[in-house]
């Protein structure tokens, strides 16, 4: 089967460190991605990992292991606007015209001061 | 400006009745998805088309019916047999080629809610 786990909720402080998890059993893989998304509002895209280590862009960084099915999302420097929920989205391989992402339910994140 | 448009923001309508969903795109993407979204839940699949005058059934499929006349809109109608349509509803699209990481952008979303 295909599945995707994220914590459901985490919390944590202003200016600090969070990494949000994500394991996945799919039947293959092409490619995982991160998305934001604040509530009531669309995601929107964070990142996108394919080869196996650490892609840093700002103060969002997002690691995959290909070999674990295991990736985490690092947002560093914490601010209140990070509050939202974080939806972690596995692509398999393309079979033909077949795009279709298999999603996780998503991480809850709240900020506090 | 590209981007994905969806209308209207907040709909309501009664039991029994069919309403229709709009979604349209600007970004010359061929690939168009429908998801819906309940509350604490991930996105789960409608339908989606990877071209004109051709779509698929998503997971959830039931309740639900599209299509695809031109390749920049794809409208979703929610029909009385969809039995609890109540939900924020997702349009998002994709290249098939071409893009950095081919990731889906989404529209702002509809809120439905059946009264």
């Known amino acids: 089967g295909q599945n995707i786990d994220q914590p459901t909720e985490m919390t944590a402080t202003e200016g600090a460190i969070v990494q949000i998890n994500c394991t996945y059993q799919t039947s293959g893989f092409n490619g995982l991605f991160w998305y934001q998304q604040h509530a009531g509002e669309a995601p929107t895209f964070l990142s996108y990992?394919?080869l196996d280590g650490l892609e840093e862009k700002g103060r969002f960084s997002s690691f995959l292991s290909r070999s674990k099915g295991y990736s985490y999302l690092l947002l560093k420097e914490l601010q209140m606007k990070d509050s939202a929920s974080y939806l972690c989205a596995v692509r398999p391989p393309f079979a033909g015209n077949n795009r279709k992402l298999i999603w996780g339910l998503g991480t809850s994140l709240a900020v506090n001061p | 400006d590209g981007g994905i448009t969806q209308s209207p923001k907040y709909l309501f309508r009664k039991e029994g009745q069919n309403v229709t969903l709009s979604c349209e795109q600007n970004?010359?993407?061929?690939?168009m998805y429908w998801y819906r979204q309940d509350p604490g839940q991930g996105l789960r699949l409608i339908y989606y088309?990877?071209?004109?005058?051709?779509?698929q059934k998503g997971d959830i499929a039931e309740g639900y019916s599209v299509s695809r006349e031109k390749k920049e809109s794809f409208p979703l109608t929610v029909t009385s047999a969809q039995k609890n349509p109540t939900a924020f509803y997702l349009c998002?699209?994709?290249?098939?080629?071409?893009?950095?990481?081919?990731?889906?952008?989404f529209g702002p979303g509809t809120r439905l809610t059946v009264l």
């Open positions: 970004l010359n993407h061929d690939a």
């Open positions: 088309s990877q071209i004109v005058n051709d779509f």
């Open positions: 998002a699209s994709t290249p098939l080629a071409g893009g950095s990481y081919n990731e889906q952008f």
């Open positions: 990992n394919v």
